[in-house]
């Protein structure tokens, strides 16, 4: 059964009524977004297996927010936002672990089930395009949105416009950290996720401890408390994140870095160090503003949402306005 959260907030302002979805590998976020910006309740609804599966529960939710009273909604476009390799300008999972997919034309088969035009993106992309238009990095030239939770994953923003590669940018989290480190679940050794993910955080917490914890947040209140082996775990944790983050700044000089994704929750607590860390090894380079996030937990259902916007705006451009 889904559940819905939040009243409906005005936060896109003025144009197309969409709908957005966020696929992930145990619920989909939904909303619908009005012509005047305004967000309904987002709702979260377990993700079934299997992609025709997802498509059905999809068509039951554009009808469901379509029949909200508070939202006067006649979509013009959808937007969809899924983990993985995703090929945007395809509309094509390449492969999503979470979801068991591989080559799935989600957008193909979304549009000939919603007879509307379809946008898909992948998810930390989206949350990175939500950020850059109306979040914590609205107003910088270029910014990358670092997202840490049970994976590391992140998108670089250049002038409003997340880059792709092709479906294949992004994934920081399987960059070498520590090439006599931990084998990661992809098969490298040393990825910076066996080190400073939400989940490697509370794993070796474990195995430096022998206290079994739910997750990195317990670690990082043990850490707070004095604990000296939660202490040296999250202070790895810091350093690996500065590492890999100081390569990308000397690559790329983004304007800004935004640290979002669950660990995010700690605040000044992790972005206050890694800001500090980050300083300390960077030389003659540009300096970026070291940032928390701000579009929260449902950045990647606003992402889709402005990329059904953009997409909407695109398709009536191309037909002189008539759409």
Known sequence: MSRTLRPPVRLLGGGDAVLALDIGGTQIKSAAVDADGRI??????????????????IADLARAHARRNEVDLRPRSVGVCVPGLVDESRGVVRYASNLGWQDVSLRRMLERELG?????????????????????????PSALVVAIGTGI????????????????????????????GERC??????????????????RRYTAASGIA???????????QRGDRHAAAVWADAVTALAQGIARLVAAFAPHAVVVGGGLAQAGEALVGPLRAELDQMLSFHRRPFVLSARCGEDAGVVGAAITARDLASALRAGAGGRV
């Open 116 to 140: 509307l035009p379809v946008s898909v993106q992948h998810d930390v992309r989206a949350a990175a395009l939500a950020e850059s238009r109306i979040g914590a990095a609205y107003g910088y």
């Open 153 to 180: 994953c992140g998108a670089l923003v250049i002038d409003g416009t997340p880059y792709s590669g092709g479906g294949y940018a992004g994934e920081i989290g399987h960059a070498v950290a520590d090439p006599q």
């Open 213 to 223: 914890v739910g997750g990195a947040r317990e670690v990082f209140d043990a850490a």
């Open 40 to 57: 309904d309740a987002v709702r979260r609804t377990p993700t079934p297996w299997g992609p025709e599966a997802v498509v059905a529960a």
């Open 185 to 202: 679940p992809c098969g490298a050794v040393g990825c910076l996720e066996t080190i400073a993910s939400a989940s490697a955080i509370a």
